[in-house]
């Protein structure tokens, strides 16, 4: 029986109660803890964690479930944990990099993953030379925090990506510019990647009119199984990013699978009740043999 902390702000949310039964079911102790009400004490040799007024002692993993508002707390609340020695199932580190969109594409292409071909403007005057490298419009234009589809527009002319980079750029929020993956039709891959197993994926379809396949723009969702080389890519894809626990979109083009982004809290609601499978019970099983393997940083 593992004593197990779920970093969430959410009690009611659909993962954070998958997850909770998953360890219930398992025979485990876990409490949901919201990381926003967690206080740190950074003091020689001893790191602590307060919550709720009282010191958190005894924990065996933490399964941190971090929104994107809240990244750089929880990141740290997740290192706090890390040098007590405790085990978690994302690591602080790896939960950065997966939330920067640039950071996360230059490393998988660096190594190798087909990527959609990006680029990054250091100033106005090279957007044009940049979007003919992308061979011409359309192009995707993102903000590098978007997240749930909102931040991505797909620019038709040149003269409007340039305009539409200059407004956000404007509103001090940086973006890449991104060829346009037309062949994927509005539809993207989710596949879900717990330890070294792809363990569910689905296909998500984009409404009519919409080129963006998020189930929060309202796109549907059915069983996809992936090619061969598609699960190879996923899995390389997590594994650079350090993910024991992954949530990696990929988009179908003509040159075969390319890594969208990787998702270092997916949500578990639409995978799950898409595809029947017990996601949380594979996340708690890896918990459980993380735990088992687990050496720490360092002993205090
Ligand atoms: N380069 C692209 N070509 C075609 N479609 C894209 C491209 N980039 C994003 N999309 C579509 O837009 C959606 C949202 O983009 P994404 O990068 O995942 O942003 P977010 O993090 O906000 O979800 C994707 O799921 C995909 O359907
Ligand atoms: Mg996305």
């Known amino acids: 029986m593992l004593n197990i902390a779920l970093l969430s702000r959410g009690p009611g949310l659909y993962s954070t109660q998958s997850l909770f039964r ?29 919550y709720e007024g009282t010191k958190l002692v005894g924990m065996d993993a933490v399964i941190p479930r971090i929104g994107a508002s809240v990244t750089d707390y929880g990141a740290a ?10 085990y978690t199932s994302t690591r602080s580190e790896a939960l950065i990099m997966a939330r920067d969109k640039l950071k996360c594409l230059q490393i998988l292409s660096a190594n190798g993953i087909a990527v959609p071909l990006t680029v990054m403007a250091g100033m ?4 044009p030379r940049l979007i003919g490298y992308l061979g011409g419009a359309p192009v995707v234009v993102k903000m590098l925090e978007s997240t749930h589809g909102v931040g991505v ?11 539409i980079v200059e407004a956000f750029t404007k509103l001090g929020q ?29 296909l998500r379809q984009a409404q009519e009119g919409e080129f963006r396949s998020n189930l929060h723009r309202g796109a549907t969702a059915s069983i996809e199984t992936l090619t061969t080389e598609e699960e190879k890519t996923v899995l390389q894809a997590a594994r650079l990013m350090n993910l024991e626990i992954a949530g990696v979109d990929i988009l179908r083009s003509k040159r075969g699978p390319l890594v969208m982004e990787v998702n270092a809290s997916p949500g578990l609601e639409g995978i799950e009740t898409t595809t029947k499978i017990d996601i949380a019970g594979a996340i708690i099983e890896n918990v459980e043999n993380g735990v088992n393997k687990y050496e720490g940083r360092r002993k205090w």
């Open 77 to 86: 609340v997740i290192r706090q944990f890390e040098l007590m020695d405790i």
């Open 22 to 50: 998953a360890a219930r079911r398992r025979g485990h102790y876990v409490r949901v803890i919201d990381h926003g009400q967690i206080s740190l004490i950074i003091e020689q040799g001893i790191p602590q964690v307060f």
């Open 174 to 202: 940086p973006v890449l510019l991104q060829e346009f993956i037309e062949e994927a039709a509005g539809a993207d891959i989710r596949a879900f990647v717990v330890g070294k197993r792809v363990v569910a994926s689905m």
């Open 124 to 127: 106005p005057e090279a957007l």
């Open 153 to 163: 527009v797909l620019a038709e002319t040149k003269s409007t990506a340039i305009s």
